[in-house]
């Protein structure tokens, strides 16, 4: 592949990167495609050094990396070709430190943006509703109503919705146990329609839980509802009341996450509530105590109000 550079690179920095590409072809066994897109990326780089000043590759620390790697953002790179980019730094650097031309790998700390992974569509209010509106009293309707409830009304994800042991619920002070990633404990809040439909699921827990079973939903086998069973039910309920949007466990979760945000602009107190580490790549984990969430929780969330008696 030819060097496409307007202004040829100056032998200080040419003529390691033309070992580097032999020692490719000859040692290393990469594809074609692979030592095309190695070389297109450490021309340009190149480049980038010349315009910085430097002409050396010895010159090259950890922070000029960051700044190659900045100005690739900064440029519309792809996350991929991102990385692509860094990969193909530390191969040649490594290099250089194999040939004794360098000492440490200055690209080694230095790495690339995660690609962001597309969230599934939240389902509006409506949706909700239309879901949620199970009017059934069959005792397995009505703990699939609990679930999905209490899954939508504390954004619980489906693993800790399935953790869940009856000694977690606390009815009294509205608050459920749950236990997150990295067996990280946390506190939701637990009111308004998800308690309300707990409480009716908890009349008929006893008659299909096994007597040892410490588990809140359980399977009409007795056990500890599954994953799968969870994510079939939903689904089916989807169907069942002719909602547009296919049905899961983690949509729930969005929805409630989305309309949240857009009912208190809190960000800090849904960042909690979830159980995030980080809600965004900028934002630093804040603690709030539990009494500012269950406020925010209380104030915006649509479920969180019992429905007024019919006369």
């Not at 199970?134 to 399935?162: C, K, Q, S, T």
């Not at 308690?195 to 410490?214: H, L, Q, T």
Request: aromatic share 8%; charged share 25%.
């Amino acid at each position: 592949m030819k060097n496409e550079s307007v202004n040829p690179l100056p032998s200080s920095l040419q003529a390691p990167l033309n070992r580097f590409y032999e020692f490719l072809r000859s040692e290393k066994g990469l594809s074609l495609h692979t030592q095309r897109n190695y070389k297109q990326q450490l021309e340009t780089m190149g480049e980038h050094l010349c315009q910085m000043g430097l002409r050396q590759w010895q010159q090259v620390d950890a922070a000029w990396v960051r700044q190659l790697a900045s100005k690739g953002m900064r440029d519309g790179m792809k996350a991929s070709s991102l990385a692509t980019r860094l990969s193909s730094l530390r191969s040649f650097f490594d290099f250089l430190i194999l040939r004794g031309e360098l000492s440490a790998n200055p690209a080694k700390g230095v790495s690339a943006p995660r690609k962001k992974r597309p969230l599934p569509k939240n389902l509006d209010v409506d949706e909700i509703s239309q879901l949620l509106e199970v009017d059934d009293n069959d005792p397995l309707a009505i703990r699939d109503r609990a679930m999905m409830e209490l899954m939508y009304g504390a954004g619980l994800r489906l693993a800790e919705l399935v953790a869940i042991d009856v000694r977690d619920v606390n009815f009294g002070a509205e608050e459920i146990r749950v236990i997150g990633k990295g067996d990280k404990e946390r506190v939701a809040p637990f009111s308004g329609q998800a308690k309300e439909w707990v409480a009716k699921w908890m009349k008929f827990r006893s008659d299909f839980a096994k007597n040892d079973e410490p588990a809140l939903f359980v399977s009409k086998l007795g056990a500890r509802i599954s994953h799968r069973n969870v994510q079939k039910r939903m689904s089916e309920w989807g169907q069942k009341q002719a909602v547009a949007s296919h049905i899961s466990p983690h949509k729930l979760r969005h929805s409630f996450a989305t309309h949240m945000l857009e009912s208190s602009n809190n960000l800090r107190a849904v960042q909690e509530l979830l159980g995030h580490e980080n809600i965004s790549t900028t934002q630093i984990y804040t603690h709030l105590d539990f009494q500012h969430l269950a406020q925010a929780y209380d104030q915006a969330h649509p479920r969180a109000h019992k429905k007024p008696k019919e006369s």
